[in-house]
């Protein structure tokens, strides 16, 4: 009887049912609070960390030479100085970019192959882990994106436009629904995201584990499918667009910290 | 006669250093630029979403501040003339399958299969409080709830209720007639909601029965 | 061979709070995917644990439990430096079983 109670009680844990709530916005929270524990991320920060150390690729290497801003190889802190103005490449990058670039030179992946793989395919499935690992390096840091670069500058800017763009059959724009405090989307609590909406909220809460979907979504993805509500035509992976947005979010959010990966609805 | 010479020196030296200082970039032809470039197609969903046309364009650029008077009126404007008022002249569907359209969040992302208004819902829920019932509403928008009520509207297809109830099918068809930015799509317009479809959500708000005026 | 299980274990007092993340689709088998074809049913079906080799729990999940489950509990007498091993086994017939020590 005992097991019987006890396992009742574990399942109602686990499974997605809400309590009947005092209001639809204290449920909620019960529920987040509930998952908060045992985020499924975590399973996918011991894959990246696996893959990151792992000779995989044509040339059958690690990514452990990878430089994410910091130096070849160095991982904690990299996660929120991006994006950021690399060198060798001579472009503004965020962390799906250059990940794609050191799978290219030190792997020899094909970099624009794993571009155009669907998301939740592929090459993409490792992406998931490798961001979720990375960004966990990172997590409780504060953003520092750097704009010391003409070309980090003009993403900044470019990336303000890109918000503010109202464009497709809905007219909307990232502003619409991100540019004023306190709104939501349904029951969805909306972060404003022209300013800096505090620690662990916005820019600073993704990459992501999807309850809903049972997924873990990077800020590409993410990015993507607000395209994809906004009514717009398809956003190529990390294609400028995405880069100048990330750079204005990371930018504004300036001296928040990162939750990353952490755990939505 | 020192103190002349040095700052005369001074201010050619100043003269020389802003001639040397670049011009600013054109942020906004390198913006349209980098949307061009950074899309593609997608099922219904195509490249041609990306043009704006002046409302857009003028909206986008003001990022979220108020248009200058004249230019804002001249696109309220604009947007007036679009209206087509229901051929039949009469306004009012019916509520129920109002509320259905207004809790369907569907269509035209590159996810939908079709872009005929038979796929596509109102959305309305995601921004708007509207009947009473629903606690799963946006706050984008304004609530909507109690909208005829508190308008007084008893009889929607009397004389007196007129004017409410051309303001409100205007709003819907485009909202920007009233707004120039409004957030809110132009679902007449557009393309996206048809006449029928229109009149269902004018029910919905409009109508005395509707759970929405209790 | 599925993932590898996140067991943490942590003594205090006079038990022991485990939690463990599994790696595993969990599908209900009520699903269809784009073709319209039902998703065949992949579920765990047991769970067990043992503390230093002893059954200490065992459970009989549903379809109802979430994808990639969380399952927490506490053991009893359990303390720091016991191990404490998770083992579960799904419709197919598939099993996976990880290791932990109390922390």
Redesign the interface.
Known sequence: MKKFLMMSALLAATCAVPAQPKSSADAIAEYRAMLADGNPAELFEAKGEELWKTKRGPKNASLQQCDLGKGAGVVKGAFVELPRWFADTAQVQDLESRLLTCMERLQGFNAAEIAKTPFGKGEQINLEGLTAWISAESRGMKFKLSQAHAEERKNFELGKRAFFYRGGPYDFSCASCHSQPDKRIRLQDLPELTKNPGNGIGFAAWPAYRVSSGEMWSMQRRLNDCYRQQRFPYPGYASPVTIALGVYMGVNATGAESIAPALKR | MNKKRISLAAAVLLVAACAAVPPAPDYDALTAQMMSGSFRDEGIAKVDRLQQDAANQACSKAQMANLPDVLAASIQQQALSTVRMPADGVFIGDWREGEKLAQNGRGMTWTDKSAATSANGGNCYNCHQISKAEVSFGTIGPSLYNYGKMRGISDPASAAARPIVEYTWTKLWNAKAYNACSGMPRFGHAGLLDETQLKHLMALILDPKSPVNQ | MA??M?IRAQAAGDKATV???M?H?METGQRKDAAGKTIPAWFIQQVSAQLNGKMV?????GP??????????NIKGAKAGDKVGITWVDNRGDKRSDEATVT
């Open positions: 993932d590898p996140r939690r463990v993340l790696a689709e729990m065992t459970a009989q999940w109802s439990v979430a994808k990639n489950p969380f399952l927490q509990f």
